[in-house]
């Protein structure tokens, strides 16, 4: 009998986390690491935040609570779908968990068997596609489109929309992309689920970046069109918006009140609930009349470093880089580059079991912090199924912009490198 379960030969991790080791080799050397790699920003929480945290611990609220999430923090979340997206939800359709991804893993486990389809974003957050394997459901990647920006036209989801498809994932703004929808691609992709899918087939829209929007966009939500309130499953939560990643308060609004439930039930089996203290800081976040304008200003931070790192990212050779709407990540097209450098002879002359593991874009990246100390992630980290031929590195613009510009200028450096990256490959270590 095997230690481990056969399930566990599926599941995936996040290389953002996983390339941690990596940097911590590099830096010990001597040369500090410009680290473009984590979808974290580089800001604190909104003091507020942190002063209701400290005033509900002192006040010994740090006990069990409700599993589903404590009543005023659901009512406060309630109150701002119902005024962003224009919907009528209840508290009693929120539920509330330790950060972002459970509801990712409970919506798949919730609502697919095995061999159920799943449809979900390429590239997108790693943990869609770990996650479909792990349950035995089948992946279906929607490839988004570096030509439209990476959206994707009904016509792409149509034609991968199948009587087994059980759950749609959409994520908009998006990671690593940072693409978003607009209103009319939203309503198309709107008319295109409800006239091919069953009632049963749900859409888990993944909005946690939904106030890092740039060139005075509004937030859209697919859950806002016509009809797609009975289907869709809206998760956002705390980490991205109020840059309070280490909080862990993620959350989803249900379409009904049974479902919500069946969510609070894994909960209780998972996690048992959220501490009491963080969620009343999250309550605060949503209340509090500073918020809006703080994560405004946060916003616009970003948008300046996007302009700024956008234009210097498309003046290397080789490099084409679309211009972001939302998050807080640029995704350029290496292709010229690993051209340059040599990697795609490379990777062609590996072995087939190391090829299965790495691309060309990853043997880059492993160069570029080995032999240049500069982190980003590559294409593959992003979901991996069907991107042969597609070279992509996302490089996340949280950081000051002095750092910013020094992460570029190294990836341009190790693009004119080619005898360094031949040295590195000769090496043969680090090319996954």
Not at 30 to 49: M, Q, R, Y
Not at 196 to 217: H, K
Not at 312 to 325: M, R, T
């Amino acid at each position: 009998m095997p230690l481990y379960a056969e399930r566990m030969r599926r599941i995936g991790t996040e290389n953002a986390f996983k390339i941690g080791p990596h940097i911590v080799a590099v830096a010990s050397r001597g040369t500090p690491v410009i680290k473009l790699n984590l979808g974290e920003p580089d800001f604190s929480a909104p003091p507020w935040v942190k002063e209701e945290i400290c005033r509900q611990v002192a006040r010994d609220n740090s006990h069990y609570c409700d599993p589903k999430g404590i009543l005023s923090l659901r009512q406060a979340i309630a109150r701002q779908i119902n005024t962003t997206r224009g919907l009528s939800v209840t508290p009693d359709h929120v539920c509330v968990f330790p950060g972002g991804k459970p509801s990712i893993g409970f919506a798949q486990q919730i609502y697919c068997n095995p061999g159920d389809e799943i449809i979900y974003p390429s590239p997108g957050f790693p943990i869609y596609e770990s996650f479909i394997r792990y349950i035995g459901a089948v992946p279906v990647p929607l490839h988004l489109d570096e030509q439209s920006n990476f959206t994707c036209a009904p016509e792409q989801l149509a034609a991968l929309i199948s009587p087994k498809t059980k759950l749609i994932i959409l994520n908009f703004p998006s990671n690593p992309t940072g693409g978003v929808a607009t209103h009319d691609q939203l309503s198309a992709l709107a008319e295109t689920i409800l006239s091919r899918c069953a009632p049963d087939v749900r859409v888990y829209s993944d909005e946690i970046y939904e106030n890092i929007l740039f060139d005075g966009q509004p937030h859209l939500s697919i859950a806002s069109m016509p009809g797609m309130e009975k289907i869709t499953i809206i998760s956002s939560g705390f980490s991205k918006s109020f840059a309070w990643t280490g909080g862990r308060v993620g959350y989803a609004v249900l379409p009904t009140v049974e479902e919500a439930d069946a969510f609070k039930t894994m909960n209780i089996n998972y996690f048992s609930c959220v501490p009491p203290y963080n969620q009343e800081g999250a309550r605060e976040a949503l209340e509090n009349a500073q918020s809006g304008p703080w994560m405004a200003q946060m916003a616009r931070t970003f948008e300046t470093r996007r302009d700024a790192i956008l234009a210097e990212l498309n003046a290397i050779d080789g490099v084409s880089c679309q211009k972001p709407g939302g998050a807080f990540y640029l995704f350029p097209n290496i292709g010229g580059v690993c051209k340059r450098v040599g990697a795609l002879d490379a990777y062609d002359d590996l072995p087939p079991e190391t090829r299965r593991t790495t691309s060309p874009a990853t043997l880059f990246q492993m160069f570029a912090l080995y032999h240049h100390q500069v982190a980003v992630m590559d294409r593959r980290s992003f979901g991996a199924i069907g991107t042969d031929g597609l070279h992509y590195l996302r490089i996340s613009i949280a950081a000051d912009l002095e750092t910013l510009q020094e992460g570029v200028r190294r990836l341009a450096a190790a693009g004119d490198d080619g005898e360094g990256f031949q040295r590195f490959m000769a090496q043969g270590e680090h090319l996954v």
